[in-house]
């Protein structure tokens, strides 16, 4: 069967036909030659993809296209490689089905070729922007040729890298991999797509991962989607926070899907991630999410409920120059939407994506690994913002400590006891220990709780984390989320049950009204306050009251 999948995939044998669950059919004379193939305007050394999409159609399929026009420029292989400002996407094609019957108007390997050069150039083996929440991106300093990105979650990690040169040595490749999961005890997931080495699955199965279920990857314009408005008594909410907790039920009760809606949100609250619910008076019938890549011509479609053309509709609309109103979409360069879907599981949903000008380029069959150890349950940080999580800690904050946000009206909080509470003018004489003032208190933050308690970063009006500081800052692990110096706003460290923590407030008049910092809890007293003297110099409260 990989060798199936290999010939097609260097243009060899190309199936005739395809059936609804994507299995290859052939027939006598499906076989190109060189001499076929460069009659064809396929290069004589390119690995050209042949007809890729599901042909909706009885007819005979076995006629090779005319010799194909300049679609395909002459620059010595033959294959598009253009840089990203340059980048164009083919030609429109109508999204009914007959737009996928081959004849003398179109050229279907041509567009499942620059489809899939885009998808491989432009989504796979890329580090991702912005880097996703908890998460460390490392490349494989020892692979030339080929770009790969090893993702270490925590909870999991993944391979994800673009075509691999001939010369590979895979199985190296594939044990330098799992070797890292193994010695962070994260499972293992690497995506084989059926234009890969044959022996690229050889050698993960010898390496000890198992295979799982083949999924069709589907590429369409979006200029090309459908626009279905939804029905008169239903509306299209985005992200909508209430209906948020409908739609994780619905998304965990559905599927498969591309990327599930916890890792969606798990990811980080950014500009380029964005979910649609489909709400019929109070009642969420179905909901979508999806993901801008930006500096790339793609938009990806991550998940859906169930196949309801509105939602393609709406993010076509909302991505591309000069579209929608969503901030940072209309500034995008998205042409394109890519979905993965596996037909056995879905028939619906990959029949109406077809339906909708969606292209298979490609499958994908993600290979899973085990470590023998226990997984961590969550990532070493959580983004908060929003939610109960947040809103509930800062309703805390605000009661135990009588918080009171100003510019004019100080200290800000009625300071606990024990605690004690430092001038921050020293930092303008000597701003290298606004660095070294962090790295205390992160240090103190850590020593002060019991393994495997979580501390909290909150920023007045933005974007708070959760996060185990062992498992932060050090080399491999993601960027340590909390910083003590108040610059601009609010910026407070603390547990969860507010017996230790630190406050920093940026306007608060002091001997020189550069702000102030009042660290809180006996603990964290104990494991601070040295450095803080020597940092900072002599303390302006202690337990609330003026000293000196």
């Not at 980048?87 to 429109?92: F, Q």
């Not at 660095?435 to 208190?441: G, M, S």
Request: aromatic share 8%; net charge negative; charged share 25%.
């Amino acid at each position: 069967m990989r060798v199936l999948h290999h010939y097609d995939w260097i243009g060899l044998l190309v199936p005739a036909e395809r059936t609804l669950a994507g299995y290859r059919l052939h027939f006598d004379g499906d076989t190109r030659t060189e001499e076929d193939r460069q009659s064809w305007g396929d290069p004589p050394t390119e690995r050209s993809p042949g007809p890729g999409a599901r042909l909706r159609t009885g007819q005979d399929n076995r006629t090779p296209p005319p010799r194909l026009p300049a679609q395909r420029p002459a620059t010595g292989t033959g294959v598009r490689t253009p840089a990203l400002a340059e980048w164009a996407p083919p030609p429109p094609l109508r999204p009914s089905p007959s737009s996928l019957r081959p004849g003398p108007t179109l050229s279907l390997a041509a567009t499942m070729h620059d489809l899939r050069h885009a998808y491989d150039t432009h989504l796979r083996g890329h580090l991702p922007t912005p880097p996703r929440a908890g998460a460390v991106h490392l490349p494989d300093p020892h692979l030339t040729g080929a770009r790969l990105v090893r993702s270490h979650y925590g909870t999991h990690g993944s391979v994800d890298h673009g075509p691999l040169p001939p010369d590979t040595d895979l199985p190296a490749l594939v044990a330098r991999q799992r070797d890292r999961f193994e010695a962070r005890t994260e499972p293992a997931h690497w995506p084989v797509h059926a234009h890969d080495p044959p022996a690229l699955e050889d050698a993960l199965h010898a390496a000890g991962f198992t295979p799982g279920p083949e999924r069709s990857v589907l590429v369409a314009e979006l200029s090309a989607l459908p626009s279905v408005p939804p029905a008169q008594d239903e509306q299209l909410r985005e992200n909508d926070r209430m209906s948020a907790q409908a739609v994780r039920e619905l998304a965990a009760t559905s599927g498969p899907h591309r990327r599930p809606l916890a890792e969606h949100e798990a990811d980080g609250i950014s500009f380029e991630h964005r979910t649609l619910a489909l709400v019929r008076r109070t009642r969420v019938r179905a909901a979508s999410w999806a993901a801008l890549r930006k500096e790339t011509p793609f938009l990806v479609l991550e998940g859906m409920t169930a196949p309801r053309p509105e939602f393609l509709g709406e993010w076509a609309r909302n991505a591309g120059p000069g579209r929608g109103l969503w901030w940072g979409w209309g500034q995008a360069q998205a042409r394109l939407m890519t979905a993965e879907v596996e037909p056995a599981a879905q028939p619906e949903l990959y029949g109406m994506l077809l339906d909708s000008g969606f292209h298979e380029i490609t499958t994908v069959r993600t290979h899973t690994w085990q470590p023998l150890g226990i997984p961590a349950v969550a990532r070493p940080v959580t983004e908060l913002f929003d939610d109960r999580e947040h809103d509930d800690l800062w309703d805390r904050f605000t009661e135990r400590f009588f918080f009171t946000p100003s510019t004019t009206v100080f200290p800000g909080i009625v300071d606990p006891t024990p605690s004690v509470t430092w001038p921050l003018h020293e930092t303008d004489e000597r701003p290298e220990h606004v660095a070294e003032l962090d790295r205390a208190v992160r240090r103190g933050l850590a020593a002060a709780i019991p393994a495997g308690e979580s501390l909290y970063s909150l920023d007045w009006q933005h974007i708070g984390r959760r996060y185990d500081p062992r498992r932060v800052g050090g080399p491999g692990q993601p960027p340590h989320p909390a910083f003590v110096f108040p610059d601009g706003d609010y910026y407070i460290n603390l547990t969860g049950d507010l017996r230790l923590g630190t406050f920093g407030h940026p306007w608060e008049s002091g001997p020189h009204g550069r702000g102030t910092l009042c660290v809180f809890g006996a603990e964290l007293l104990a494991e601070v306050e040295k450095d803080l003297h020597r940092l900072l110099g002599a303390p302006i409260r202690r337990d609330g009251r003026a000293t000196g």
